[in-house]
């Protein structure tokens, strides 16, 4: 069964950063590719960064230079280092993870919210 723990989210100031971890169980994340999402109040939800198996990472134009998503494989965990947060990146953030294509994924968290003012 995999579950899916975010953390790190919370309230800053446009131009500060923080930092999101998802925590992973009965799931491996080098083994496919993991991803960030976010979803904002009567907007869909955008991919924010993917990252594969081989370390690969793709970013939405939006965060581009940024936002910048990591695995660290020895605490199972994925990453999203976000700096010069900007109050449009305001949103519920997901991470998502077992997919083979970084496209459709299998399995989600409960989000955490990011809010910049």
Same mark, same amino acid.
């Given at each position: 069964?995999v579950?899916?723990?975010?953390s790190?989210?919370g309230s800053v100031?446009?131009g500060?950063?923080?930092?999101?971890?998802?925590?992973?169980?009965g799931?491996?994340?080098?083994?496919?590719?993991?991803?960030?999402?976010? +979803?904002a109040?009567?907007?869909?939800?955008e991919?924010v960064?993917t990252?594969?198996?081989?370390?690969?990472t793709?970013?939405?134009?939006?965060v581009?230079?940024?936002?910048t998503?990591?695995?660290?494989?020895a605490?199972?965990?994925?990453?999203l +280092?976000?700096?010069?947060l900007?109050p449009e990146d305001?949103?519920?953030?997901y991470c998502?993870?077992?997919s083979?294509d970084?496209?459709?994924?299998g399995y989600?968290?409960?989000?955490t919210?990011?809010t910049?003012s």
């Amino acid at each position: 069964h995999v579950q899916l723990v975010e953390s790190g989210g919370g309230s800053v100031q446009a131009g500060g950063s923080l930092r999101l971890s998802c925590a992973a169980s009965g799931y491996t994340f080098s083994n496919y590719c993991a991803g960030w999402f976010r +979803q904002a109040p009567g907007k869909e939800r955008e991919r924010v960064a993917t990252i594969d198996s081989d370390g690969a990472t793709s970013y939405a134009d939006s965060v581009k230079d940024r936002f910048t998503t990591s695995v660290d494989n020895a605490k199972n965990s994925l990453y999203l +280092q976000m700096n010069s947060l900007k109050p449009e990146d305001t949103s519920t953030y997901y991470c998502a993870a077992v997919s083979s294509d970084c496209v459709f994924f299998g399995y989600w968290g409960q989000g955490t919210q990011v809010t910049v003012s």
